[in-house]
């Protein structure tokens, strides 16, 4: 199984701050990594895939990056309405979530 | 607009089997390139990936569940389901159904049902 191991597990910061989170794979997947953004109670939402390209209707304060086994998903100017849980996800193989980041506002 | 609606019972006992149907409303379950997968999150916890059925009605599982876990698929009724035997409180969780479908490198669950929670308790 590959792993994903996303960083940090929550982070509080202020509107307007540049956010940034991290997810390393166990292995090379390539450029084989999504981005989902999960509201409470909620479903979660794709942001990003294949590891940098923006999901139709997604703003562009979202953007991600990286290749291999290191990724980064990056908020430009946090908003209120960025208030989630941000998974990334593999499928270089069978499908596997990273743990999670909580995105809280200082 | 591609609609997904998980349903099935909320309650089950356990060592009994969890059944779940995903229902998809705006599109054919069987065109396309499109795998089919159910996804649970327990309460405050991550994401898990348990399987998927692709158009053809081949079938991928989670290693860990593997064992347990049957998936199917209905074209008549544009429904795919979810079978997990044996189950225990761990598999209490909200159960999703979600489309896998090909991007430009790969895949990605680009719609999901709203969620189902199954509660495993005597």
């Known amino acids: 199984d590959i792993q994903m191991t996303q960083s940090p597990s929550s982070l509080s910061a202020s509107v307007g701050d540049r956010v940034t989170i991290t997810c390393q794979a166990s292995?090379?997947?390539?450029?084989?990594l999504n981005w989902y953004q999960q509201k409470p109670g909620k479903a979660p939402k794709l942001l990003i895939y294949?590891?940098?390209n923006l999901e139709t209707g997604v703003p562009s304060r979202f953007s991600g990056s990286g290749s291999g086994t290191d990724f980064t998903f990056t908020i430009s100017s946090l908003q209120p309405e960025d208030i989630a849980t941000y998974y990334c996800?593999?499928?270089?193989?069978?499908?596997?979530f990273g743990g999670g980041t909580k995105v809280e506002i200082k | 607009q591609v609609q997904l609606q998980e349903s099935g019972p909320g309650l089950v006992k356990p060592s009994q089997t969890l059944s779940l149907t995903c229902t998809v409303s705006?599109?054919?379950?069987?065109?396309?390139?499109?795998?089919w997968s159910w996804i649970r999150q327990p309460a405050g916890k991550g994401l898990e990936w348990i399987g998927r059925?692709?158009?053809?009605?081949?079938?991928n599982y989670n290693p860990s569940l593997k064992s347990r876990v049957t998936i199917s698929v209905d074209t008549s009724k544009n429904q795919f389901s979810l079978k997990l035997s044996s189950v225990t409180a761990a598999d209490t969780a909200v159960y999703y159904c979600?489309?896998?479908?090909?991007?430009?490198?790969?895949?990605?669950?680009?719609?999901w049902g709203q969620g189902t929670l199954v509660t495993v308790s005597s």
């Open positions: 979600a489309r896998e479908a090909e991007s430009i490198g790969g895949y990605s669950f680009d719609y």
């Open positions: 705006g599109g054919s379950i069987s065109s396309g390139s499109y795998y």
């Open positions: 059925i692709y158009t053809s009605g081949s079938t």
């Open positions: 292995q090379d997947i390539s450029n084989y």
């Open positions: 294949d590891a940098s």
């Open positions: 996800q593999q499928y270089d193989n069978l499908p596997t």
